[in-house]
Structure formats: C-alpha cells, structure tokens
C-alpha cells in the first residue's frame, strides 16, 4: 500500500497550492482562543464520517464568488482535490484588497463532497478587514499518508507578532473513507520547513506500525519550540507524542522540546545571563556568563509544561462557524516556568525568567 | 512607575509606644541606676581610664561627657583590650544629670566585648540636644573577624531635666510624643506654628552608611522617625522602603568583569532586572539608598534595623537599583563592619 502511496505521489506531485491573496503578513487570530476546557477524548471523526447528504450540498457558487481548486491528491490509492469558494474581501481602514474564502470542499474523484467547512465573510465596515486563507499538503509518513489542511486569519489593521495564529486539521482514509482525524488543532507558529517539500509535508518519524509523528513550531513567548504529534493512521486520531501534560494541581516540570534556532537576536551591549547547570534553581549556584553583542549563541533545548487540547469534531459537514471555538491545540501550560539550555560561545546552561531570555535578546511579544 | 504614595516626611505628631519593649541588644546588660562598677574578678586584670568631652550647652546648662573605660594593659591589640564600663552625664557644678554602667568579661585576656561611645552636641530651633554614638565590637571570630554593632541614645530635656529619649515613635501612630504646634481654623485649614527639628543619624547597613533622619523636639522630648514610606500593594498599603543619603567605600572589585542585576525601581516586582556587566573601567556613581527602618529599643539604647535595603546606582548612563550581598559585593561593597 505504501508503495501504491509513493508512485502516486509521484504521479501527481502537484504542489498543493497555498492559497494567500496577501503579502502582508501581519495577522491575528479571530476570536477564537485555545480551549481552556480540559482535555477530553475525541471520538474519530473517520468512524462517523458520512457524505452530506444531498440536502447539504452548497448551492452552486454565486456570480459574486469564485471557485479555486487545491490537488489533486493522492490518499490511500485514491484521489482527492480541495475547492475552496472565495469572495472579494471588504476593504477596511488600510484599504486591503483580495480574496477570502467562505467555503471549502473536499471532493473525490468523482466530484462527491466529503468534508465541507464554512468561513465568516467579513462585511464593509470601514474599519477592518478580516479574512481567509486555506492551504492544504499532501501529509507523507512512514505507517500512512494524507492530507494537512490549514486555515489562517488575517484582519487589519492589526499589531505584529512573532508567529501568526493558525489552524490545522489532518484528514486520512479509515475504513475506506476520507476522515478528519479529529477537530482542527489551533497553533501559534506553524510548520517546519524542513519538512516540507513541494506541496508535501513529511513526518519526523514512524512509532511504531500504525504512527507517525509530525513536528510542528509553537511560539513560547521567547523562542519557537517543536511539537511532536502523534497521528494514527489505524484510529484517526491525534494526541502528543511526549506526554506532558500538567496533572490538576501538580505543576510539573513537563516535557524537553527541541528549539528553532533565532535568526536574530537582540542585543546592543555587553550583558550577561545565569546559566544553571540543570533546569532547576536549586540545581547549583548560577554561574553568570557574559554575553557580548557578538558572542555565538545557540538555543539547544527547552523544558517547559504543555497542555494539549482535543477539540470538538463537527463532523464532515461543518458548515457552522463554531469550529474555530470547538477547534483543539497545544501551548505552553498557563503560569508555566520555561527553561532554555543555550550554548554561549562554547559554554553550556540552562536559563528561565525574562530578565535572562532578555538578556540574552531573544524575541518578545510586544 | 512609583507606587509609593505616602511618604509622610511632615508628620508633626507621632507615638511613643505604651510600653517597654525588651530586645536582646547585645551591649546591654546595663545597670541605669548604679554608678560605673566593673565585674570584680577582672578588677585586678584591668586599669582604669577616664575620658571627658564637651561642654555642650543644652538649654542654658553645660553638660560634659565623662565616659569610664577599663583597659588591659599588657594587650597590645587595642580592638578588645579597652572597654567602655560606664557613662556620666554631668552638669557644669559637677552633678550627675545621668548615668549608666555596662558590664564587662574577660575572656582568654581580652574582653569578650569592647563598647565605646562618642558624644556630639545637636543643636536646632526647638533648641539642642546630645547624640552618643556607642560601638560594640564583639570577640573575633574563627574568620578572625570582628563583629561591630551602633546603638544610640538621643538626649533631650523631660519634664525640664535632661534625660534619654527612647525609640523614635512611628510617623501615624496616634498618641505620640509632643512634635510640634498645630493650629486648626474653623474652616479647617491647618497651621503649623512650629516644627521639630530634623537631625541625621549615620548608620551602617552592612555594607554602607545611611543618613537615617528622626524628628525631634529637644525642649518637649520628643522624637520621632523623619519618614516613613508606604505603597498601594493589592488595594491596600504597606510599608516600604524610605530613600536615605548614602556614604559608601567602595572597593571595585579586581575581577575584569562583575555582574549587576539592575531593577528600575527598588522593588522587584515592578519589572525584570536589567543585567549591567561592570567592567574596570564603568563609570560607577551611588545615588541614595532605600530601606525599610526600624527601631530597637533596649533599655535606653535605641538602634535601627533595615530591610528591604536598596542601593540607587548609576552605571555609565543607565540608572537602576540593585540589591543583595552578591550584587552589593560585585559594586564593590563587600559586607562588613563599620568603623569602630
């Protein structure tokens, strides 16, 4: 079957379009936030799937929308294509311009629609300018393949951050049929380069026969750490790779994440930072290490508590916008205490509180 | 951002404490009503050594000092071979306005401790007053150290006779000491007919002086704290941290680089501290302190205790608070003793 998967891929190595009608890349998420419920099961959206029914399918696009297509894509032997409906996007204080998207399908070879997903249209109101994007990849694993689909806001005008807010929702064959592997899952920051290729998205790594994980960046609030999930091709299903989560009541010290190197830092005199010689104050005296303007520093690792959300599946026909509220994700665990080990010019330890990650210039939100 | 709101430098009256309060100063084993006597088993180990100072007018008497030390006269170290063992306050016919014996041990032929006292007129509007200064410097420690402590007594007319003071009464507690007139309109409006005077006490912290400033009425007895600073924490008030003059020693420290956690304000949660590496040749200026002041009261004597003690600095051209032995000692004021 793999086999199958890869010559397909390679028959229809067809970039998955990204769909962006925007330069300006300044964006901030709706007016949804990461669910502050506790976590609960999923149930797989692939054992539930069933087509709209007939009743549900869109009407045919208006004069005042746009059709465009995503794919195709090859899944589990069988091909697939994203349409998505687009409007003109109302311009708002800065005069924005360009498409948004108000639906999007996701169609087999046959033109059946089996997963469909609304966005609100933002009306003219002279002020912003909200809209939407979707992108889709075809997801490459060692146990299984399928289709990485994400959804990002923009609305202007709006203030700068370190990393955009986005969506991302996994979609794999189970028992046949195209499923979502649960709700969307909400990411401040996004993807990994280097593993993306040509409208493809590949694992990290396999766990086992029925797995793969898939690395993605979360903004910390100082740096970008990786996130390792787990997709289980066999189950449909998405959880942590690395189980950190904060027991009720019992702040742990979580999880050791690898760290994206900066690209920049931000320093302009001669400072210094405490580097512990483990994540933990009372690991040993801090030894205090100067930090010049053009001293080498590299971000090695973090320890840091995450918490990790499942999100409420609408089904395949979620034509409601209450997806972005239901939607799942990760982050840093609230009132959490984040340890970097950094390497600076050849000396190694491990710094926590900001006046050291300010110090050492990394980045901050404004 | 400064939250201090209150600092209630104006405050005319202030509170003498219902009460003695019994704190273990460790000078005082004092006796305030015999006169000087040493512990007889040293007598023969010891000579006697008298010392005068003044006269100092206070109100249109003359006063002088007579302090009685003993001495051991083969201890060539003079650190703990002479101790203060009494202190008379007499007027110019020769009579004792106030006396006060301490005791004494001695212990592997020196004294286990070593008092001295220094006396100075302090004069103002509500008239003058006498400042003595006691030192205590106690018996050397395995690091050879000598462990130095400041008391004080503040003497000022009681009733019309010259006597101690006691603990300055804190700024807003109600039923103090006499601090002045106030005259109240029928409008409301107040008057301050007079003030007490403001006099300086210079104490070290552990690290550095501090011009700690009381409020005193020399002809009334009484005496208060010249501050008291309070901030809006939580929605209600809390003590804080008063700011002082500072006169420090600094010794820059010869390592090629130290290292300084620089807070905007003398709080540490306002914001996170800046890291200043002071190098050689940084410009390094003291600009004040900030502490927290309270007083002791043992007996007669009187000493002030700091907390939350802050040291306003200026490195090249950013300006910051730091805090602590480890960022005292990297500005180069290693924790110590003061002079004796």
């Known amino acids: 079957m793999k086999t199958v998967h890869f010559a397909v891929i390679g028959l229809f190595a067809v970039v998955a379009a990204v769909f962006g009608w925007r330069a300006v890349h300044t964006r901030v998420r709706p007016q949804s936030t990461l669910p502050s419920a506790q976590p609960s099961i999923a149930q797989p959206s692939g054992t539930q799937a069933q087509p709209p029914s007939p009743q549900t399918l869109p009407a045919p696009a208006p004069p005042s929308e746009a059709v465009k297509l995503l794919g195709p894509f090859s899944i589990g032997g069988q091909s697939y294509k994203v349409e998505l409906r687009t409007r003109k996007v109302q311009p708002g204080s800065t005069q924005e311009s360009g498409d948004t998207v108000v639906a999007m399908e996701i169609k087999d070879a046959a033109g059946a629609i089996l997963y469909r997903k609304t966005f609100p249209y933002q009306e003219a109101n002279g002020e912003f300018s909200d809209s939407w994007s979707v992108s889709a990849l075809q997801l490459i694993g060692k146990n299984g393949s399928g289709l990485l689909v994400s959804y990002d806001a923009y609305s202007e005008p709006s203030a700068p951050e370190e990393e955009p807010t986005g969506w991302y929702q996994i979609f794999g064959v189970i028992d046949g049929k195209l499923s979502s592997f649960g709700a969307p899952i909400e990411v401040q920051g996004g993807l990994l380069d280097k593993y993306a290729d040509r409208g493809s998205y590949r694992a990290e790594r396999p766990i086992g026969t029925e797995a793969d994980v898939i690395d993605f960046k979360f903004w910390s609030g100082h740096c970008r750490l990786i996130f390792p999930v787990r997709v289980d091709w066999s189950h449909g299903k998405l959880s942590p790779a690395q189980e950190c989560s904060v027991a009720a009541g019992e702040p742990g010290a979580g999880c050791q994440y690898g760290v994206v190197p900066e690209d920049k830092l931000y320093r302009s005199d001669i400072t210094f930072v405490r580097l512990w010689p483990n994540p933990n104050e009372k690991s040993g005296k801090a030894e205090k290490t100067v930090v010049k303007v053009d001293s080498k520093v590299e971000l090695i690792a973090a320890l840091v508590p995450t918490r990790w959300v499942d999100g409420k599946s609408a089904g395949p026909a979620d034509n409601s916008n209450d997806w972005i509220k239901e939607a799942g994700g990760f982050g840093i665990a609230p009132e959490s205490d984040l340890w970097i080990k950094v390497r600076i010019d050849g000396k190694e330890g491990w710094i926590h509180t900001e006046e050291d990650f300010r110090s050492l210039g990394l980045p901050e939100d404004e | ?340």
């Open chain 2, 1 to 340: 951002m400064k939250l201090r709101h209150f600092l209630w430098q104006n405050q005319l009256f202030a509170t003498a404490l219902a009460g003695a309060v019994c704190l273990a100063l460790p000078c005082c084993s004092a006796q305030t009503a015999a006169p000087p006597r040493a512990a007889s088993a040293a007598d023969a180990q010891t000579e006697d050594v008298e010392q005068r100072s003044g006269p100092y007018a206070i109100a249109g008497q003359s006063y002088t000092v007579v302090q009685y030390e003993k001495r051991l006269p083969r201890v060539s170290d003079t650190a703990l071979g002479q101790t203060l063992a009494g202190i008379e306050i007499r007027d110019a016919a020769g009579n004792v306005a106030y006396q006060k014996a301490f005791s004494y041990a001695i212990q592997k032929d020196y004294f286990q401790r070593s008092l001295s006292a220094s006396a100075r007129l302090a004069p103002g509007k509500t008239g003058a007053g006498l400042v003595i200064r006691y030192s205590e410097r106690t018996a050397r420690t395995q690091t050879g150290g000598l462990q130095t402590s400041e008391f004080w007594q503040l003497f000022g007319l009681v009733n019309g006779k010259l006597a101690p003071l006691g603990k300055p009464a804190p700024i807003g507690s109600t039923g103090g000491p006499y601090m002045g007139v106030v005259m109240k309109a029928a409008n409301g409006g107040v008057t301050v007919v007079s003030q007490p005077d403001v006099i300086e006490l210079q104490v070290w912290t552990g690290y550095f002086y501090v011009f700690v400033p009381l409020r005193v009425d020399w002809n009334h007895g009484g005496l208060a704290q010249g501050q008291r600073c309070m901030e809006m924490l939580g929605g209600g008030l809390k003590e804080a941290g008063c700011e002082m003059r500072v006169e420090a020693n600094r010794k820059p420290s010869s390592e090629e680089f130290t290292f300084l956690r620089l807070f905007v304000e003398a709080h540490e949660n306002f914001a996170s501290a800046e890291h200043v590496v002071l190098q050689k040749d940084s410009k390094f200026e003291i600009m004040g302190a900030s502490a927290i002041t309270t007083w002791k009261q043992n007996e007669e004597l009187i000493q002030p205790e700091f907390s939350d003690l802050w040291l306003h600095v200026r490195i090249g051209d950013r300006a910051g608070w730091i805090r602590g032995e480890e960022d005292f000692a990297a500005a180069g004021l290693s924790g110590g003793s003061p002079a004796p």
